[in-house]
Each structure stands twice: as C-alpha cells, then as structure tokens.
C-alpha cells in the first residue's frame, strides 16, 4: 500500500473517531463516565505498530480531540503520546502470551492514561477532583477492552499487515 | 524479548513530548493561534455534531431506556420540571423580601425578567471525561457572545466560553475552574461558589463567621456586585450543609446547585453582559 493511501485511510479513520467521540460516545455514560475510542484507537496503533507508531498515533489523535475539547489544550496529546508509547513498548514485549493480552493491556492503558490525565491536569492547576478517578479509570478500563479488538483490524485496514504479524495469528 | 526501544522511537517520542509541551504552554497562555484553531474545529464540527444528534437518537435513547421507560422519563421530566421551577421561586422570593426589608434596591428584581433571552437545545454533553462544558446550538448569528450567562428555569447552568456563528460552547458552573460571586438569599452575605466537578455539590467560600448557624435549604444566588460576570438575583442552588472552612476563620458551605446537570435539554442564555 502507499504512503498516499495510508494517510488518506488515517485521515478517514482519525475524523471518523472524533465525530464518534463527540457524538455517541460523548451520551454513553456509565456511573458518570464515558468511553474513550480516541484512547482505544491510541493503543490499537501502538499494539499492531510498536512504540513508534503508538506515539504517532497517540499525538495525532489526542491533538484531533484537543481542538473540540474545553480543557487544557495539548494534554490529551501528551498523555495519549505517553500511553501509544507504552503501549508499543508493552506490545513488543508481551506477544508471545497468551491471545487475550491486547484486551488486558487495553484496560490497563485506560486508567492508566485517566490516572496520568488528572495528575497533570492538576500539576497545571487545573483543579481536577481526584475523587472521580476510579469511577473514570474503570469505565475508561471497560471501554477500551470492548474497543481494541474491533480497532486493531482497522488499524490492519489503515497501515497493512506488518511481517510477521503475530497479533493476527493471536487473535485469529 | 528485550522492550527497549530503538533510538529512533526514543527521538520520536522527545519530539512529540517536547511539541505536546509547547501547545500546552500555549494553550495555558490562550495563545490567539490556539483559540483560532479551536473555533475553526468547532465550525467544521458542530454542524456534524448537531446532525450526527439527530440522527442518533434512537441508538441514545435506547441506551437510555435500558433505566428509563419513556413515558416514566417523560412523567419524571414534567414533575422535576415544577419542582426546579418551584425552588427556583422559592429562592427568588427569599432573595426579593430580604431586597425589600433592607431598603438596599428600590426595585424588586425577580429572575432575571429584564434581560433579553435567548433559549437554545443542548446537541452535546462534556465531550470528554475531563470536560466540563456542553454545545448548544445556536451562536453569535444568534446574539450570542462570550462570557454571556446561561441558565434554565431551575437557575445558573453556566456562561459561554467559545461562539462560533451557530453555535456556542458553555461552560458549566460545576468546573472547578469557573468562580460564582453568590449571596445568602436571606442574609445577604456574600461568597464566592466553585464547582467540584461533575455529580459533585458546588462549594461557596464565605466570610461568615464559624460559629454562624446557616440553615439547611437556604438559597444562594448570584450577587450581581460590580463587575460580577452575572447578573444579580439568579438562582445557584441551596445550602446543604456547612463547615469550618481551612483558614478556620470562616464558613464554608456545601451547596447543592438548583439545576440537574445530568438532564440539560435546552438552555436559555441570558443577553447580558458585564458592566465596566
């Protein structure tokens, strides 16, 4: 596949997610919280393409989500970034376990990104009450393992299939 | 398997660290280029928003149906409906009387009645789990502006934050960020309420003293002093409790808002703004 084709499939699945964002997800709450496809998506990228494509992704997405977004711009891009990162670091090294892990690192990668969210948030003075981040991180955790597995094939269907591939033989 | 990373990821990701740092500094300093670009996304994204809502609401309704039969919803609605409607008065007449009784305003000033309106649908909620603001539809082709009030029947939901020509974004006063100058509907004392984040009571910092006794269900509204970003005499909500705030020095007191956050439908934005 081309470089043209790639991003223009990027571009497709990065708009797609954001409108999904703001317009469905953003009435699904749970316990006062809701789901995260731009997260989801974050460590479907660095879960098919390592650290390096995790952080691209990461950044690509979370600054698509600042810009329709009230809060501190440039944050969620950091935090995604940071997580699309683990994520690949993570995906790298856990491949070789059993085909459920993507689901397991997923729901780690939502609270965790909450967790890191609100701390920074608060560093920057943006008085964020910890007290809802277990409610969050949760339903972030819950959110992102429903997502992954469906979002992994769209990421297949945006960058191709690597060689080897070995998260497809795990979840086939 | 060894998980370090090549050189290359390491580069990469000092490169996005470093570039998230710049655009948050920015953003803090609300550097013009990033209220630009954030006003540019919402004119390509609120007219989608606003039909993706349209469209969607079977698939939301449905979600929320699975607690909610519709005509229950429907009948629950119409009852809280009154009952905002009847707190708010409540807590308008209170703030009205102690006008009267202290000869401080000649005129009675019962919510807000003087000030042109303008009432728009909300077409999304918080869009994130951080976010403490919602869309509505309608903007500055409207007479809409920044820093204008917005509120419903039950009282105080916010003021707007960001317009574009057809729609408007308001923040909510239960943003830990927003500041109300409120005051005792019946005593007239003054303070200034701050969210606690969604679900979360308001809480107002007075200057009351500790050993003052508040009553459960006094009312609070908005003081209207000068230069206040509201108008006076609109309801925020009732007292709930009280405590020693950390100075020890004064009052603090729990404030439960007059309005349901979770069940925002339409807004009315209040045409009014600050003088001097």
């Known amino acids: 596949m081309s470089t043209r084709a790639k991003l223009f499939r990027a571009t497709v699945v990065l708009f797609a997610a954001v409108v999904l964002q703001v317009t469905i997800m953003s009435d699904l709450r749970i316990v006062g919280a809701l789901g995260d496809v731009m997260l989801a998506l974050t460590v479907a990228a660095g879960l098919t393409g390592g650290a390096d494509r995790g952080v691209t992704w990461g950044f690509a997405t979370g600054l698509l989500y600042d810009l329709v977004l009230d809060t501190p711009f440039g944050l969620s891009a950091l935090t995604y970034a940071l997580v699309g990162y683990a994520v690949g670091l993570a995906g790298s090294a856990l491949m070789r376990t059993s085909g459920w892990w993507p689901v397991g690192v997923a729901a780690l990668a939502g609270a965790v990104q909450a967790t890191l969210y609100i701390a920074l948030a608060n560093l920057l003075g943006d008085a964020f009450p910890f007290s809802h981040l277990p409610g969050i991180a949760l339903v972030m955790a819950a959110w992102c393992a429903l997502l992954v597995l469906p979002l992994i094939r769209v990421m297949w269907w945006v960058h191709g299939h690597s060689e080897p591939d070995r998260l497809e033989v795990l979840l086939r | 398997m060894a ?31 990033i209220r630009n670009l954030r006003e540019g996304a919402a004119t390509v994204t609120d007219p989608i928003e606003s039909g993706v809502d349209t469209a969607t609401r079977p698939v939301r309704n449905a979600w929320h149906g699975i607690t909610d039969y519709d005509d229950v919803k429907a009948e629950n609605e119409h009852l809280r409906n009154e009952l905002e409607q009847a707190g708010a008065a409540d807590i308008t007449g209170t703030d009205a009387e102690r006008q009267l009784a ?175």
């Open chain 2, 102 to 276: 202290d000869l401080s305003l000649v005129l009675n000033l019962p919510y807000a009645t003087d000030i042109p309106k303008v009432v728009a649908r909300v077409v999304s909620g918080p869009r994130s789990n951080f976010s403490h603001a919602v869309q509505i539809d309608k903007g500055s082709d409207a007479g809409l502006a920044v820093g204008m009030p917005v509120a419903t029947g039950a009282g105080l939901a916010g003021r707007i934050t960001q317009v574009t020509s057809n729609t408007a974004t308001v923040d909510l006063i239960t943003d830990p960020e927003i500041r109300v100058g409120v005051r005792l509907a019946s005593t007239g004392d003054l303070g200034t309420a701050r969210g606690q984040g969604r679900g979360d009571p308001l809480v107002v910092d007075s200057s009351i003293g500790p050993r003052v006794q508040i009553a459960a269900g006094t009312g609070v509204v908005t003081s209207g002093v000068d230069r206040s970003a509201y108008p006076p005499g609109v309801p925020v909500g009732t007292v709930t409790s009280t405590r020693t705030g950390s100075g020890g020095l004064a009052l603090e007191l729990v404030v439960q808002p007059s309005v349901d956050f979770d069940r925002l439908s339409y807004l009315t934005v209040l045409q009014w703004e600050p003088s001097g």
């Open chain 2, 3 to 33: 998980i370090s990373p090549p050189t290359g990821s390491r580069t990469r990701l000092a490169i996005v660290v470093a570039a998230s740092v710049t655009l948050v500094t920015l953003g803090l300093r609300d550097a013009p280029i």
